[in-house]
């Protein structure tokens, strides 16, 4: 069973454009989570979508957004670039549910970059 | 929300030593697992452990729920161990949102 895959994989932006980062899930999965990290926050929980809906939604500006489609895929974008959200955008999805079908599972990544 | 606080933050082995991770949560967990993140940054599963212990080959995990902590064991470490791990929880309702603990970072000498 293929992985969670994420595009584009690197990613080179300026200040003050928009971009839209792609995350396919593991094929039966319904739930899929997107995570930023820096070196100086850390991991940090951006939004879970379930069935189309956001579920959670992690302590980001609203520049922030996402959303899923029919068959799971999710994309996240996010507007107006600032120098500080040049970081490591990870996708993962999992069954959703109670018990280990919570068990997350991580994509590749996305290294974005804005000059 | 949750609290995840991971120690030590460094730790540098020669090969062939055991060392001990260890996770404190600030609140009870439904979903615990480990990750290993290699150099191009991808996580790799290690352990799915909201109780309970579990082993896979010269790592094994157990986590102690009622006292909130969960701890990773590697045995006769190799230069391939190296990289960052990370513990990460969530509670309650928060199923798909993990908190994720600041990583110990390893260092496997030959």
Redo the contacts between chains.
């Keep these: 069973k293929a992985g969670v895959t994420q595009t584009p994989r690197y990613l080179i932006k300026t200040r003050g454009q928009q971009v839209t980062l792609s995350c396919s899930p593991i094929s039966g999965h319904r739930?899929?989570?997107w995570?930023q990290?820096t070196p100086g926050q850390?991991?940090?929980?951006l939004f879970?979508?379930?069935s189309e809906t956001q579920?959670?939604k992690?302590n980001f500006p609203g520049r922030f957004s996402g959303r899923q489609f029919s068959n799971s895929r999710s994309e996240m974008n996010v507007s107006t670039l600032e120098l500080g959200d040049s970081a490591?955008y990870?996708c993962?999805s999992?069954l959703?549910?109670?018990g280990?079908f919570?068990?997350?599972?991580?994509?590749?990544?996305t290294?974005l970059t804005v000059l | 929300g949750i609290q995840v606080e991971q120690s030590p933050p460094d730790l540098i082995l020669q090969e062939g030593a055991n060392s001990t991770l260890r996770c404190n949560f600030s609140d009870s967990v439904?979903?615990l697992?480990w990750?290993h993140q290699n150099p191009?940054?991808?996580?790799i599963?290690l352990f799915?452990i909201p109780s309970g212990t579990k082993q896979n080959g010269r790592l094994s995990a157990t986590t102690v729920a009622t006292e909130r902590y969960s701890l990773l064991y590697i045995s006769s470490s190799q230069t391939t161990d190296s990289g960052v791990y990370?513990c990460?929880g969530?509670g309650g309702t928060?199923?798909?949102?993990?908190?994720?603990g600041?990583?110990t970072i390893l260092t496997v000498h030959p």
């Design positions: 739930s899929v989570s995570y990290q850390g991991l940090q929980f879970e979508y379930f579920r959670n992690g490591l990870l993962a999992s959703a549910g109670q280990p919570n068990e997350q599972f991580f994509g590749p990544g290294r | 439904n979903n697992q990750f191009w940054g991808q996580l599963n799915y990370f990460a969530s928060s199923y798909g949102k993990l908190t994720f600041q990583g």
